[in-house]
């Protein structure tokens, strides 16, 4: 509290207008000369294709193509082993995997961002948690229901949260996250230039898909990402699918096309839109890359589309009837995984043994996860009424006048609480 | 999202599962024939389109996908799909005379469109002074369901039935279903009907007269399910199964359960409700919301309007724990009412314990 005041009187004197750091710089407060520049690129580009990787010699090292091989290995691993377990009956109700999408995961997260950066996903979210550096056990047994979860077993597959790591959360509402990262971005900004902190330059990365683009908060988002500048990247993953409804017959075209481009609603909010091709991981790196250091720099939004496809039914419960086989097989030949293996062996970055070894230890980390989660004690009934408030005052005072909190039951589960 | 609307009648074709389900309803050459909620629901909505063109559904996945819970199974092949999005176009289409029914794919997804149904939908025909009418149906799952955490497992019939100018009901088995459907799409005014997902598979046994196509039963008359002298259960939706249950245990200890089947829950049926209690002296009411400020709240605060005298035992209230809905499955099953707390309080009641 005290700093923000402070920080206040160096700002701007004028009252404490804390948002006016915020406004879009018009009329007599022109522009700086680094921000006109740049809003002079992204007119000049305002919606482009990244490059992809393949057409490039090797632009990455060794070790950092092992690390993005092994995340999207992990990611994909993890996530077939919970269809395993969830036809086992260890996890229930929906459970949505992410297979296929691992490139964006792992080119977006693993790639570029820092622990203290912020990610915010959907009920699709096991993967990006990983990316995010969250262990494998917390996630798995959080699945499972357990105390040793990364919510202690109450929040489970479409709830994961981890504040340690900036996981913003899974959200199983749709849409209910791109605000919600918004807002981190918008703290890491004003802790940037309300209270000063120059080192504040944390960014929120926003994750989403296809289906998600045509609610209100969407575009609700875009605008003030752009109006304040936000330090946020929206990276729509579109699987050309939202549960049974596909994206062209859910979306109107954008003007003089055949089919709705997403990234070309970036400019429209006066934000560059990347097209990237969701399949092949250094491209995702390349665009994300960018994305990233603009966001840093101060520079504001962008809206990257990447394309890309889910392997399985939208969850576990989706018997997926209405995808063709043609499209299936159209993108498992992209599969980003031997995708990027062939890259790296072609170009020398890993031999065939480093590659085994990945998968080895991949493969060892997955079953160590699941043997660690079905160990793990599942809740205890403490739990039942912890955690609805931060002051738990909140459940009010109980007939002998004690807060209800302080009643003997309170920690069994078993008190009067209304 | 997607609305399904009927088009000229040489295009009408009918599916093959829409011919199987009314193959099923036409068996009623006997008295009575088995009914699953699902096919209830799916009866109820077929008939009044066909009865009625300006009668539409729009939602997510009611097209293609059948329905998230197959509920439009069938109808998509019948009357054809033009696509729109969502309620707050349904909302805008009523005004101007189309009659819209609007599937939430789950009623937790209506709270993005809560604006459209408490402002817009439920006040404009007050504002207008009766210029503007709103003819619609919102329905969908609602309330606690299996595994699925704190976002997609809640009961929202104490939210929409606090708002003037909702009609809000809360079907049971699969009579309720279909008569209340045909009843809320016939309606005038705004209806919020709150089905449940685990419902959706349940067999009833119907009579003809529940399968004529112009079965539709009162809205805001509740039912009693089963009569009894000394206890009453006030429930509804499914609730009232879990009262069922309760009522033949409680049987066992000579206590005779009467259990009042809700229906709708706005406008409540306040009669029938005080005069059970004024028979056995005695309420208790099931919900699987949250206590505070919930259904069972009402039904109190009526019984005390209506029947205080008549009380021989303080009103208690089964419900669900007041948090939101843990993912752990001990933990989801402490927070919800079961056969067995209902059971319990009962005996409380009458110092069987
Ligand atoms: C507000 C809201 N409405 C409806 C749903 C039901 N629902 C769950 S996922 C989904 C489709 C989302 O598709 P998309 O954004 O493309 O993401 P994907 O599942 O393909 O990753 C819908 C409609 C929801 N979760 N939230
Ligand atoms: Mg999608």
């Known amino acids: 509290m005290t700093p923000r005041l402070s920080s206040c009187s160096r700002t701007g004197g004028a009252g404490a207008d804390r948002l006016a750091a915020f406004r879009p710089s018009r009329g007599p407060q022109r522009p700086t000369r680094a921000a006109r520049q740049v809003f002079a690129k992204a007119v000049a580009t305002p919606t482009k294709e990244a490059s992809t990787s393949a057409s490039k010699s090797a632009s990455i090292s060794s070790e950092t193509a092992k690390e993005l091989y092994r995340d999207m290995v992990l990611g994909r691993e993890f996530e077939e082993m919970c269809a395993q377990m969830y036809y086992r009956g260890k996890m229930f109700g929906f459970v949505h995997l992410y297979s296929g999408q691992e490139a964006v995961s792992t080119g977006v997260i693993k790639a570029c961002l820092r622990k203290d950066d912020y990610i915010s996903s959907t009920y699709r979210d096991h993967v990006h948690a990983l990316s995010k550096g969250i262990s494998a056990r917390k996630i798995m047994s959080e699945l499972f229901g357990k105390k040793t979860g990364t919510c202690r077993g109450q929040g489970g597959s479409m709830h994961m949260f981890d504040a340690e790591y900036g996981l913003l959360g899974g959200y199983a509402f749709i849409g209910e996250g791109i605000p919600v990262g918004l807002g981190a971005a918008f703290t890491s900004a004003y802790k940037r230039r309300v209270l000063g902190d120059d080192g504040a330059d944390q960014v929120a990365v926003n994750f989403f898909g296809d289906g998600t683009c045509n609610v209100g908060q969407f575009y609700e988002s875009l605008n003030m990402a752009s109006l304040y500048k936000l330090p946020c990247i929206f990276v729509v993953e579109n699987n050309r699918w939202a549960i049974g409804m596909n994206h062209l017959r859910a979306t109107g075209s954008t003007l003089g096309d055949e089919e709705p481009w997403i990234h070309k609603k970036g400019p429209a909010f006066g934000m560059p839109g990347v097209h990237v091709d969701g399949m092949d991981v250094l491209a995702v790196r390349e665009a994300a890359l960018e994305a990233v250091a603009r966001a840093r720099r101060g520079e504001g939004p962008t809206l990257i589309e990447a394309e890309t496809y889910r392997f399985r039914g939208h969850s576990l419960a989706d018997p997926d009837e209405l995808r063709s086989r043609e499209e299936k097989e159209h993108y498992a030949a992209r599969d980003p995984i031997p995708q990027l293996r062939a890259y790296m062996l072609k170009h020398g970055l890993a031999s065939e043994t480093d590659l085994a070894e990945l998968h080895a230890s991949v493969a060892a980390e997955v079953d160590d996860c699941v043997e660690y989660a079905d160990a793990s004690p599942k809740p205890d009934m403490s739990q039942l009424l912890e955690n609805v408030f931060a002051d738990p005052k909140g459940f009010g005072i109980a007939p002998d006048g004690r807060y209800r909190y302080e009643l003997p039951g309170f920690t069994a589960g078993t008190a009067e609480v209304s | ?353």
């Open chain 2, 1 to 353: 999202m997607q609305f399904l609307a009927r088009a000229s009648a040489a295009s009408l074709r009918r599916s093959q599962a829409a011919t199987e389900a009314f193959q099923r309803l036409g068996a009623c050459g006997y008295a009575t024939t088995q009914l699953t909620v699902r096919d209830a629901l799916n009866s109820a909505l077929d008939e009044e389109m066909e009865r009625d063109d300006k009668v539409f559904i729009i939602g997510e996945e009611v097209g293609e996908y059948q329905g998230a819970y197959k509920i439009t199974r069938g109808l998509l092949q019948k009357y054809g799909a033009k696509r729109a999005g969502f309620t707050g176009i349904a909302v805008g289409s009523a005004f101007q005379g189309l009659k819209p029914v609007v599937e939430f794919m789950t009623f937790n997804f209506s709270m993005q469109a809560i604006d459209q149904i408490v402002n817009s939908a439920a006040k404009h025909h007050y504002m207008s002074a009766g210029q503007i009418t709103c003819p619609i149906v919102f329905r969908g799952p609602n309330g606690p369901a299996a595994g699925v955490a704190a976002q997609h497992s809640q009961d929202f019939a104490p939210w929409y039935a606090s708002v003037p100018g909702l009609k809000v009901i809360v079907p049971y088995d699969a009579e309720d279903n279909r008569g209340l459907l045909k009843a809320a799409i016939r309606d005038p005014d705004p209806v919020v009907f709150l089905e449940n997902e685990i419902m959706y598979g349940e067999s009833f046994e119907v009579s003809e007269e529940v399968l004529d196509k112009d079965f539709v039963l009162p809205i805001g008359k509740a039912k009693i399910q089963r009569e009894g002298t000394d206890l009453t259960i006030v429930a509804s939706g499914k609730l009232v199964g879990f009262a069922l249950q309760a009522a033949a245990e409680l049987d066992k200890d000579g206590v005779s359960v009467e259990v009042v089947n809700l229906r709708s829950i706005k406008p409540l049926d306040r009669e029938t409700i005080a005069a059970s209690v004024k028979k056995t002296h005695r309420l208790l009411t099931v919900e699987e919301g949250w206590p505070q400020h919930g259904l069972g709240s009402e039904i109190i605060a009526v019984v005390v309007e209506e029947a205080f005298d008549d009380l021989d035992a303080p009103p208690e209230r089964v419900c669900g724990v007041e948090i939101p809905m843990p993912y752990a499955t001990p933990l989801e099953d402490a927070a919800l009412p079961h056969v067995s707390d209902i059971v319990r309080v009962a005996r409380r009641m009458f110092n069987l314990e």
